[in-house]
């Protein structure tokens, strides 16, 4: 442990930042690794009761279901449901209003994490130039026969890049995986609320139609 902090101290001031950095990465890991759990977005028991409707009288049941369970998923679904009465392209237009709101959520703290994989190699790029520098510091007042001097230079110089792209190379890895993540439940979310939707427009009769018969 002693020889970890060591280590880090010697990288200099610009350990400082990529320290935030690193608990900043390590902070929307650990949330999104949470919040982007399956069944915390694609609640089961909504999909389930999606997938089972049949009659006009399991969209009871559906709002119910969604109000216990609760989730983007269900939020969306819970607004189609709240305003299916509307003409078609109005209800569309809030669906759609309340899954950007629900897309927002998801990809929460995702743009700090990205900016994160982006400003740590160029922190310890920093600190690299703040290294040379400190040892052409040391040169024009020593001579280059100070090694141990020169050495501290050197290694805040490697240290600071080490420590920078440890944290920007896994930071970018993580965004992205949580970007597809992310978008592949949006996917997955408009496929339930079409699949609801489709149903719902079943029950309902078009204009002239004689009542009892569907909407094809």
Known sequence: METVWHFL??????????GLCSVVALAIVIEKAFSLQRRKVLTPEVMSVINSISSPKDIELVKAVCQKHNGPLSNIVRTALEHR???????????????RQEVRILERGLVALETVAAISPLLGLFGTVLGILKIFRIISQMGVG???????????????????LAIGIPAL???NYFTKRAENFV?????????????IRSFTPPAGAHPG????
Do not use: H
């Open 9 to 18: 101290q010697q990288g200099g001031i610009t350990m400082i930042p990529l």
């Open 85 to 99: 009465a509307l003409p078609r392209e109005e209800m569309k237009e809030i669906i759609v209003d309340k899954g």
């Open 146 to 164: 100070q090694a141990s001097a020169l050495a501290g230079g050197i290694a805040e110089a490697l240290i600071t890049t080490i420590v920078g």
């Open 173 to 175: 890895v993580v965004y």
């Open 187 to 199: 996917l997955d979310i408009e496929e339930q609320t079409a699949e609801l939707l489709l149903k």
């Open 213 to 216: 018969q569907a909407n094809v």
